[in-house]
């Protein structure tokens, strides 16, 4: 086993060969859409546990930035005819751009005023897009243009999935990267103790407004991504039910751990896929899955999985 | 040679009430220095204003004779100062080591893209960061507990660990804020030797303090602190001979 | 003009004392534990729905109102016995996702067993609006005006008179010192609860009428009744009541001068003002960390 070491990480190289592998056993598009789905959340989880689990600021509102980063998209590429390789970046920006103007004054508090912030946060977005009619089409939602390459729109659900899973394992390799620094030390100080982490230099604000905006951008990302695969976007996209479920996702896989968040976002995403027929349950097994995860596995499925298996840090 | 630390009439009120009022003194380089006072004198009110936890509501500070007015605690470290607190603040979420190799973040490569891309001067400098922080492990006698979590640390463990991570950060002024409180005779003794090896390193060493045997044994110079304000200041000698230090100590307070 | 602002105000009002009832709700639990209960909202809902689901199995209007407010503190000391107790923490985000999971099981169960139509509980005595100086109020914002009044006045009468309230308040102020004289902070705790259903439910039945009521209705009111809560400085009783209030008053005027369809967007834009400009409430005192 002494090989395994040498590898810088196995985590991801597993992740990668399931990736690839796993369009064997699909065998229809419905099984790739939801794949897609399953990788969109894990983007958002693996970056709401940057800030959540490592530097342990709360989020009640990440599917507003989800959300935004969907419209402004949406908007550009279908309203203002902008080319999607240009709208897409663009609306990384701006949703960047408005997490870093917001996260200053956000990110002072803690606790439960930091979860009501960003809770406002969230929910002011997503009244936004169903109300400013004229440019989002309102409650309905709008069209959106798919992405083209060479002339030749992409519907295919397989490029999709080649597309978000190559970008998700690169993000999970950056997050992998991030952690295991100097930031990510300086992240997780800020999470044990924030005066501690002030007084031996380590700027407390400015690593959470970073972190911050890093996982807004990955939302932004994901929603980015959702909107042009499936040409349709509607403001529910930033509803806050979806923000607590990407906090769900964190929390039921592992918080501080990047490969319990993509376990999380799996299960949750799966879910309501073996519930059919019973739909109606869906919100009650969310909130009990919820209830039972913080009871009872405190530190989520995947941390106390690996502490059962000897020598399993990650 | 200057003063390394200086207060000019420093005052702190919280409601009305000044926990510190009209305050100066001055801590000259080098040496052992410490503030004692009873119950209530102001001590760790005084440590918080130094360190930039509080500011201060009249008076200033000048830190190797720069105005530290408005300064946070992080830029406060980046000009040399360091402490270890009371309370004690160490991260649980993070293994012995890794407490004190956040101690080294202002001497590593903090790059955010070079931390993403997992540079090779970063992973040089994690490397040379981790060995750097398991000898300051060692040199505070926390040599078997490099990868230990803090939960099963004792509590005379964790003080060291504190002392550890503040002396990585390789402050050139640093406030010990009651080191020995909790801590058996032995233990205490043990702190006050590890005490004069800081100080011998070249560290200016400010001792917040109950235990009076250890700050008598160890310190060059003693400031007695009583309601907020200054009552003495002088060789631990002078100190134990002052009449009014003594009546303060002895319920004349 | 001045009809119109006094119309405004008669809804803001009634608005606001649902806002208060909920954001009193958050302060006791808040008081007793620090812990933030986001199921809040969902004892509202019991409060109404569960009131119209009993008329529709046959009872009588105030006995099926009685009985919802039973389940609704039924519903809280199970939420608290069964999840909040059992989770050994103190830490803030668990204890959110904790309450977070139980808002999403009532309101699932609401859902699953009483269905996802929206419902009208009759206005407890008509609907013939009356008449002030140009304004019109339904008689029903009356009943919920007089019926938030009475139960400011019962709990202000339960906190400073009886021993059982006085045990809350010496809880909330210190807690070690509030066990060593020999008061249950676990049995302080669940009363808390318990308190915190009867009110939403009490809300949410007197405003169900006017409202209307849903399996889902408890999302927005239980956001806005924490957002007054927020507002009027965690933990203060007489600020979640200023709070609820001004809530429903700025958001009544802001739909009737600015903008109806930014109503709903009012609370959060006002809390995260306070929270940047005002991090501990229009009412509350900060409390500085010691280190």
Redesign the interface.
């Known amino acids: 086993m002494g090989w395994l070491k040498r590898i810088p990480r196995p985590g991801l190289i597993v992740l990668a060969l399931a990736l690839a592998s796993a369009p064997l056993i699909f065998s229809n598009p419905y099984q790739y859409d939801v794949a897609i789905h399953v990788l969109t959340n894990a983007m958002v989880a693996v970056g709401l546990n940057l800030l959540m689990g490592y530097a342990g600021q709360i989020s009640l509102g990440h599917a507003g930035f989800f959300g935004l980063g969907a419209y402004v998209t949406a908007v550009l590429s279908a309203n203002y005819g902008w080319p999607v390789y240009l709208s897409m970046p663009a609306a990384l920006v701006v949703v960047a751009v408005l997490a870093f103007v917001i996260a200053r004054p956000i990110l002072r508090l803690s606790g439960h005023y930091l979860a009501m912030a960003t809770l406002g946060l969230g929910i002011l977005i997503s009244i936004v897009l169903r109300t400013e009619a004229g440019i989002t089409g309102g409650p309905d939602g709008m069209m959106v243009p798919p992405i083209s390459i060479g002339g030749t729109d992409i519907y295919d659900e397989r490029y999709w999935y080649a597309l978000i899973a190559i970008l998700l394992v690169a993000t999970v390799w950056l997050a992998l990267n991030l952690i295991d620094s100097p930031v990510g030390r300086a992240l997780r100080a800020v999470h044990g103790s924030e005066t501690a982490a002030e007084v031996v230099g380590v700027h407390t604000l400015g690593y959470k407004v970073l972190i911050f905006v890093v996982s807004a951008v990955l939302a932004a990302l994901a929603g980015v991504l959702t909107a042009h695969y499936s040409g349709f976007v509607t403001p529910g996209l930033a509803n806050f039910i979806y923000s607590i479920e990407f906090v769900t996702m964190v929390v039921l896989g592992g918080m501080a751990s990047t490969y319990g968040a993509l376990v999380g976002a799996v299960i949750l995403t799966l879910l309501p896929q073996f519930l059919t027929g019973v739909d109606d349950l869906e919100m009650m097994i969310l909130g009990a899955i919820l209830m039972v995860v913080v009871i009872f596995m405190p530190t989520g499925l995947v941390p106390t999985l690996a502490r059962l298996v000897p020598g399993g840090r990650r | 040679m200057s003063a390394i630390l200086e207060c000019r009439e420093l005052t702190k009120s919280f409601g009305g009430v000044d926990a510190v009022a009209d305050l100066s003194f001055t801590v000259a380089r080098g040496n052992i220095h410490s503030i004692i006072g009873p119950n209530g004198a102001g001590k760790t009110t005084l440590i918080?204003l130094l360190?930039g936890?509080y500011t201060p509501t009249a008076g200033s500070i000048l830190l190797s004779d720069h105005d530290t007015r408005g300064l946070?605690?992080?830029k406060?470290?980046?000009r040399g100062?360091?402490?270890t607190?009371?309370?004690l603040?160490?991260?649980?979420?993070?293994s012995a080591v890794?407490?004190v190799?956040?101690?080294l973040?202002?001497r590593?490569?903090?790059g955010?893209l070079?931390?993403?891309?997992?540079l090779k001067s970063?992973r040089a400098?994690?490397r040379d960061?981790r060995a750097r922080a398991i000898e300051l492990m060692r040199f505070t006698g926390l040599e078997n507990q490099i990868d230990q979590h803090p939960s099963e640390m004792s509590y005379g463990a964790l003080k060291r660990l504190?002392i550890a991570?503040?002396l990585?950060?390789e402050p050139e002024l640093l406030f010990l804020d009651e080191p020995a409180a909790g801590l058996n005779a032995n233990e205490t003794h043990a702190i006050g030797a590890l005490i004069r090896e800081v100080a011998a390193s070249g560290v200016t060493v400010v001792l917040v303090e109950h235990d009076m045997k250890l700050v008598m044994d160890v310190s060059d110079d003693v400031l007695v602190l009583n309601y907020g304000r200054k009552l003495a200041q002088g060789t631990p000698h002078a100190i134990q001979n002052d009449p009014e230090v003594i009546s303060a100590y002895l319920g004349g307070a | 003009m001045f009809a119109e602002f006094l119309q405004y105000l008669f809804s803001g009002l009634t608005a606001g004392s649902t806002y208060a009832l909920v954001a009193l709700g958050f302060t006791i639990i808040y008081n007793a534990s620090h812990i933030i209960n986001f199921a809040q909202g969902e004892f509202l809902m019991i409060g109404g729905l569960g009131s119209v689901m009993l008329m529709q199995y046959g009872l009588p209007m105030p006995l099926a109102i009685v009985a919802a407010i039973v389940l609704a503190v039924l519903a809280g000391i199970l939420i608290e016995k069964l999840a909040i107790e059992r989770a050994a923490t103190n830490d803030i985000v668990p204890l959110i996702i904790i309450t977070i999971g139980a808002s999403l099981f009532l309101r699932g169960g609401a859902q699953f067993f009483w269905g996802k139509s929206i419902h009208a509980l009759p206005a407890f005595t008509g609907n013939t609006p009356i008449n002030i100086a140009g304004a019109t109020i339904l008689p029903q914002s009356l009943w919920v005006l007089g019926i938030g009044a009475v139960v400011v006045c019962l709990l202000a009468w339960f906190f400073t008179r009886t021993l059982t309230g006085k045990a809350m308040l010496a809880v909330s102020h210190n807690p070690n010192a509030a066990r060593l004289v020999g008061i249950n902070p676990r049995f302080i705790l669940m009363l808390s609860f318990a308190l915190a259903g009867a009110l939403g439910a009490v809300a949410g039945a007197v405003a169900a009428p006017i409202t209307l009521t849903v399996y889902d209705v408890g999302v927005m009111l239980g956001l806005k009744g924490f957002v007054a809560a927020v507002l009027g400085g965690l933990g203060s009783p007489l600020g979640a009541v200023a709070g609820g209030l001004l809530l429903g008053i700025m958001e009544a005027f802001t739909a009737g001068y600015i903008s109806s369809e930014y109503k709903d967007a009012v609370p959060f834009v006002i809390v995260l003002l306070v929270l940047f400009f005002m991090p501990s409430g229009l009412f509350g005192s900060r409390a500085t960390e010691r280190v």
Do not use: S
């Open positions: 918080n360190t936890i946070a605690p992080y406060l470290a980046q100062l360091g402490r607190f009371q309370n603040q160490i991260c649980m979420n993070m890794e407490n190799m956040v101690g973040h202002l590593l490569n903090r955010f070079a931390a993403l891309l997992r970063v400098g994690d960061c504190e991570r503040a990585a950060a």
